[in-house]
């Protein structure tokens, strides 16, 4: 007979050994619930994680403050600068509409001979206006037509005397241009007109009577140079020895206050390809002159520029650098009404006052006499869109051929 062993009748030993390991397991199923239940606390309880260690993060919030600093300056500095423009154009249109009211035509500003259908002569007189503010100058510089012109700013300076004559300073500048400095503390606050003959500019001495402008020579060392001041006094001006016997010129002027662009293609350059140059990339004296030494082919710039803002003549003119080696190469031009655009309406188009554009080019070699030449640009109707041919004259300007031989 087969007899099954039950806990009761079991020897007390084993009895012994089952009663432990269900006290062991009791235990363990225990600590294991409390576990959970610590774990599933914690976790409700902390909702977010914590760094131990945030030395790192503090380094890169070091290393990027710099950068933020930075684009927060340029930012305030690009607002600024903004700022100071509107001011200085603001000035300008003041400044032109005085000089289109004025009506007393004594000082001899232009010299007989002006070229009336280019500007009318009231247009040229110098009228009293405000001094430019502490900061204009600097705005002016940004300016397309500021570019040619700059106030130098200057600490306060006793009262003038009445026998303190004008001085008059030169410095040549690369690309056949010419720097000039006026001092005139009797005459602080005035415009005065800068006379390259036929051609003039009115410009504004500062608070302290000082001005900086500078010429373009696109008439040579030749042509007559002078300085008129509001009471008609003229003090004439030696053109300095410049670099101009290395560069070709080519300039447009105009007198009506319009904007017209001068388009230059290098070598077959296409619109908007290296090798255009017109005020939107107008390159510099520098870098132009340095690729025609690497090359060993004329380069150019914009030597200077005119937006219509500023009383007197309106002037666009490239300058190009001349290599010996070259034999040849030609650099082709295009003269674009800016301020008509493609679009026609207003007082561009049809019978308006601002539809009939006269001008005049000019075209400067080395070692060979200046040559002008007069165009029109013919109005055109309002309402309709120009196509590119016709909104960019081809014929306008000559051809600049960049053989010396």
Request: net charge neutral.
């Amino acid at each position: 007979m087969t007899r099954v062993l039950g806990i009761a009748g079991s020897p007390p030993f084993i009895v012994a050994c089952l009663l432990f390991v269900a006290a062991v397991v009791a235990v363990l199923a225990a600590s294991s619930t409390s576990a959970l239940g610590q774990a599933t606390t914690a976790e409700t309880i902390r909702e977010l994680p914590t760094f131990l260690d945030d030395r790192r993060l503090q380094e890169l919030e070091g290393l990027a403050r710099p950068r933020i600093e930075a684009n927060e300056f340029r930012r305030t500095e690009k607002l600024k600068r903004k700022a100071i423009e509107a001011d200085v154009k603001r000035k300008a249109d003041e400044m032109r509409r005085a000089i289109d009211g004025e009506q007393e035509t004594t000082a001899p500003l232009a010299p007989p001979g002006n070229i009336s259908d280019i500007i009318k002569p009231s247009q040229a007189v110098a009228a009293p206006f405000s001094p430019p503010a502490a900061e204009a100058p600097a705005a002016l510089q940004m300016l397309k037509a500021g570019a040619a012109t700059a106030l130098i700013p200057q600490k306060p300076i006793a009262p003038c005397r009445p026998t303190e004559p004008a001085q008059i300073s030169t410095i040549p500048t690369t690309g056949g241009r010419m720097t000039i400095n006026v001092h005139a503390p009797c005459h602080s606050g005035e415009a005065v007109t800068i006379s390259y003959a036929p051609y003039i500019f009115v410009r504004a001495l500062d608070s302290a009577g000082r001005l900086s402008f500078m010429l373009d020579l696109f008439q040579g060392r030749d042509a007559p140079l002078s300085i008129v001041f509001k009471d008609g006094q003229r003090l004439p001006v030696a053109i300095a020895e410049t670099d101009i016997d290395r560069v070709s010129k080519m300039a447009v002027i105009w007198g009506k206050p319009v904007n017209l662009d001068m388009h230059v293609f290098e070598y077959a350059a296409t619109h908007g390809g290296g090798g255009h140059v017109w005020a939107n990339s107008p390159s510099n004296a520098e870098a132009s002159r340095a690729e025609t030494e690497r090359s060993k082919r004329g380069r150019g710039f914009l030597s200077f520029a005119s937006e219509g803002v500023l009383p007197g003549h309106q002037i666009e003119v490239y300058t190009v650098w001349h290599h010996p080696e070259q034999t040849s190469g030609i650099v082709a031009t295009a003269l674009d009404f800016e301020t008509r655009g493609a679009a026609l309406d207003g007082e561009t188009c049809g019978d308006g006052p601002l539809a009939v554009i006269p001008f005049e080019t000019v075209a400067l070699r080395p070692r060979m006499p200046v040559v002008r030449e007069r165009g029109v640009i013919s109005a055109a109707r309002c309402g309709s869109n120009l196509i590119d041919k016709a909104r960019y004259i081809d014929e306008a300007l000559a051809d600049l051929n960049l053989s010396l031989n």
